[in-house]
């Protein structure tokens, strides 16, 4: 059969494959609604046949082909246009507006010619809502329906699509109803006890952690959810507090898929979005109605109330489902990448979002601004960051920086090339200076590190030349949620993690950790746990009982850090020189000084007793290293 396209307002193009009619049109005729539109033969291209018309949106279109053969109009090769965007871009308020005597529900759908309503009652009734400007469609329905169960229904080119709400406040039953929210729920206390934020990103130190691997294995009677973090046992949020880092990045926690809501057999990270803008079920004790939002409120307030800001982990460079995602079933292939008919595929993960569209953008925008004001969330970290492209990073930080400009936001700038947008337009590392308040994963960091054989290279990172990233913008870390965990690369080698461990923590830049890092977590060499059970990535709490020494040690190296404004300012001056082998590297800042001494090519062996002038070293940090090997970092 062939298939239509529009290409603009007045283009039409009809393919015809070889075995339709020997690949030829020699008739076609359209109506809109019950009205004829006058269809001008233009031009051939090899089984591309393109006419002039005059094409009305949101009208139901009818097209017959050589004589009978009906055919849909696709609107997705002009969706991406300078035309559409400027016809159909709105700032108007979306989705379910809750009052109690009435709810007016909006949706965006331009390419639409009919959307229903469903509210999910007993009985099922169905709404026809009215179109509005700019493709927006409108109802409002009298009585009070907080807590009711919703859908939309569209009847749009040759399809009948039901979707959840992209601006739904919840979802119910796996994400396949969304629910109407009376958002006064979600008011309070929140904001009475937002941490102090710091001055600069450097004097923050991040700890990524899974909400269900932080309580799976502890004393909380509510393991692996939201609440958990209310609790008090013996490995609770006040240990947080205690290692003394400043930031909680909550790998996903909005709505994902491969985990059903009410059955925790089944495992995952979560990096396969459902929704962006509303919570997981899974980690709500009642995954059906709004009460999730609440705990999650009650999460983020427990975390503040402990002096620890949050960042959320957001992927917003593919979706779960292409098919089954709700702007494709309202917008048919508006808000994926593509290149004519074929989607571009750079996340490995089957599509890429388009966040160059303005509606795309403004979802975006509009979802960490909800997280935000509504939740508390302190800042987000960005799944495959360099899919997205520059002005949307930049416009996010500035919608960021309007209600607090310590608020973090950072990402993995890898290049991925097999995207269809330039890399000249994308937020990846190389193009870092177009971002200047937005941080990067550094890999080079963590190569340097971890490869540990190119020795001069890892003491310019201690001279503040971070690889290709300035200090502001470097994440340094040698450990994440992604691969094996440091322990398991290792191989157990206990005085190398401790090793690169310190470097990650003292280093000039943002320290990252992954949580247990600082008690050698391990995940029985299984390099990409996603979907591993809960024996491979919960916590092990009893690690941290074990090697209590070494936790001690990471914490006293991050209170070391926090004293020492020379080593956590970007204006700290430092200076190097080398004795005997050894990189002593001094930084100062105004009335402050610290020193690093930092031997990786000397297979001396230091002892305190002879290394008498590093002696003191051991004290400051307070800790007993009967021997310090030929791989050795040491403060003073």
Wanted: aromatic fraction near 12%; charge should be negative; hydrophobic fraction near 40%.
């Amino acid at each position: 059969m062939p298939i239509a396209h529009l290409i603009d307002l007045k283009t039409l193009r009809i393919t015809a494959e070889p075995d339709f009619h020997g690949g030829k049109i020699f008739q076609a005729s359209l109506f809109q609604g019950a009205t004829e539109v006058e269809l001008s033969f233009i031009k051939q291209e090899h089984h591309h046949f393109f006419y002039a018309l005059q094409y009305t949106v949101g009208v139901q279109a009818h097209l017959k082909v050589n004589n009978g053969f009906d055919t849909p109009i696709y609107h997705q090769l002009w969706l991406h246009s300078n035309e559409f965007a400027e016809m159909f871009h709105t700032t108007t308020p979306l989705g379910p507006e809750y009052h109690p005597t009435h709810t007016i529900f909006r949706v965006w759908a331009p390419t639409a010619y009919d959307v229903e309503l469903r509210l999910h009652q007993d009985p099922l009734t169905i709404h026809f809502m009215t179109r509005g400007e700019r493709g927006v469609y409108e109802i409002t329905i009298e009585g009070d329906l907080d807590d009711v169960l919703y859908t939309y229904v569209t009847h749009v080119e040759d399809k009948l699509l039901e979707t959840i709400d992209p601006y739904a406040w919840a979802n119910a039953f796996n994400s396949t109803r969304s629910l109407v929210v009376n958002p006064d729920k979600c008011s309070g206390d929140l904001f009475q006890d937002v941490p102090s934020a710091k001055e600069h990103p450097t004097q923050t130190i991040i700890y990524e952690l899974s909400v269900r691997d932080f309580s799976m294995h502890g004393a909380q009677s509510n393991n692996g959810k939201f609440i958990a973090f209310e609790e008090e046992c013996a490995h609770d949020v006040r240990y947080l507090k205690g290692l003394g880092v400043t930031h909680i990045q909550l790998l996903p926690v909005y709505d994902f898929g491969s985990v059903w809501d009410q059955n925790n057999f089944f495992y995952n990270w979560g990096y396969d979005p459902v929704q962006f803008n509303t919570v997981e079920g899974s980690f709500a004790t009642n995954p059906n109605n709004s009460s999730k939002l609440l705990e999650f409120q009650r999460m983020i307030k427990a975390l503040h109330n402990q002096g620890l800001r949050v960042v959320m982990d957001m992927v917003f460079n593919h979706v779960f489902s292409k098919d089954a995602f709700m702007w494709e079933r309202l917008v048919p292939g508006y808000f994926f990448r593509h290149n004519d008919t074929v989607h571009s595929n750079g996340s490995f993960c089957g599509n890429d979002v388009e966040t160059r569209q303005s509606m795309v953008r403004r979802y975006i925008i509009d979802t960490c601004i909800r997280f935000v004001t509504h939740f508390g969330v302190d800042g987000f970290r960005l799944d495959l960051m360099g899919l997205i492209d520059i002005t949307t990073i930049n416009e996010l930080r500035a919608a960021l920086d309007k209600l607090d400009p310590t608020f973090m936001l950072y990402g993995e700038g890898w290049q991925m090339f097999q995207t269809f947008a330039g890399q000249h337009e994308l937020a990846t590392i190389p193009n870092h200076a177009q971002t200047p308040r937005v941080g990067y994963f550094n890999d080079l960091f963590r190569n340097r590190l971890k490869q540990m054989d190119r020795v001069e290279e890892i003491y310019q990172l201690f001279e503040k030349s971070n690889g290709y990233l300035p200090i502001t913008q470097s994440i340094n870390y040698v450990e994440c949620h992604d691969n094996e965990t440091l322990f398991d690369a290792l191989h157990g080698d206990f005085e190398r993690h401790q090793l690169l461990t310190m470097m990650t923590l003292l280093a000039p830049g943002i320290p990252f950790l992954q949580a247990g890092q600082e008690f050698f977590r391990t995940k029985g060499d299984i390099e990409n746990s996603y979907c591993s059970p809960d024996s491979v990535n919960a916590i092990d709490w009893s690690r941290q009982d074990r090697y209590r020494v070494y936790t001690e040690f990471v914490r006293k190296l991050i209170q070391y850090r926090h004293a020492h404004p020379a080593l956590t300012h970007p204006d700290a001056r430092v200076s190097m020189v080398d004795e005997q082998g050894l990189k002593i590297f001094h930084y100062e800042y105004q009335n402050d000084s610290a020193k690093l001494v930092l031997n990786l090519t000397s297979r001396k062996i230091l002892r305190p007793i002879d290394a008498h002038l590093y002696s003191h070293v051991i004290e400051s940090v307070n800790l007993h290293v009967p021997e310090i090997h030929a791989f050795t970092m040491l403060c003073l």
